[in-house]
């Protein structure tokens, strides 16, 4: 009689998160229907959704406008707070670097999805050569990337340093 | 006498450079006095400066808000394409790993920057834990990641393989 309960838990427990990425995919899948990318993100705070996002690359002229950045965006606003951490992201494709950089500056709690890079790559959308370059010497990127006036720039650094009010994160 | 006109075109391309650089720094320290954090960047085509961002993220709670993603969001917005790869971004600190994501998503063709990201650690903007996350496999990032309803995920990306009149990018 005791597993019954927690098997019970368990079953509500993946139909929570059966409901949420069915949300993400419905999302991608519309947004192909729409002139978009085939990838839709929701986040979720204590079992509602606080953000949506879609892939509006192409039609919004925003290189950013991946679904999980989009996303991300949205739902700090509507809590109106840039710390995440008490939210989960479904996501209807694995995260690429850009999006995992913002999961991770935003603190999102849980990362839930459905396709892989490997799935994206065989559709036209490859990844893989982002993950390849930031993890090369800056030297070696295929991007030239070159230091110029660092002293001055280091002003801006100490000008923050000092100062007493600032807001950290 | 043959090198002279070889050594002024270097001192013009030099001080081009020093100018754009030095307009990020600006952006970079007002925007500390503004509240915000002490980022800047500009993007610049055919000697012309096309974004402009700074880093908003606890002002305008948006944890995408950084100086690069900005100005690549508003020079796309202003040239009306998603392709950056005829400009250049200068940016008062070495990107980090979501707005190098950004960079190379936008395709821009040069990435000059100021201050390293070592030196951003010591102000208390330390991103290599990030760096390293990205880097490991996804069952051992900080942030659990599941795959669900991959077969269902999967349909987006049918219906764009399928689609006759997508953009790709």
């Given amino acids: 009689m005791k597993k019954a309960p927690s098997c019970l838990a368990k ?11 069915t949300e993400a995919i419905e999302l991608s899948k519309n947004n192909v229907n729409n002139g978009g990318g085939p990838f839709g993100a929701v986040i979720v705070r204590n079992n509602v959704i606080v953000g949506r ?15 999980e950045v989009t996303a991300i965006r949205e739902a700090s606003k509507n809590l109106g707070t840039f710390d995440l951490s008490d939210c989960e992201i479904y996501t209807s494709c694995e995260p690429c670097p850009m999006c995992l950089g913002a999961i991770y500056w935003a603190r999102l709690k849980t990362i839930y999805y459905g396709n892989t890079k490997v799935d994206a790559a065989k559709i036209g959308f490859d990844d893989q050569f982002i993950y390849d370059e930031i993890d090369r010497p800056i030297n070696e990127r295929s991007i030239p990337t070159k230091q110029i006036l660092p002293e001055k720039a280091i002003e801006a650094f100490k000008l923050w340093d000092e100062k007493d009010d600032k807001i950290e994160y």
């Fill in 53 to 67: 996002g879609v892939n509006r690359v192409t039609v919004n002229c925003d290189p950013t406008a991946h679904a």
């Fill in 11 to 21: 079953f509500l427990f993946d139909m929570e998160k059966t409901k949420w990425m």
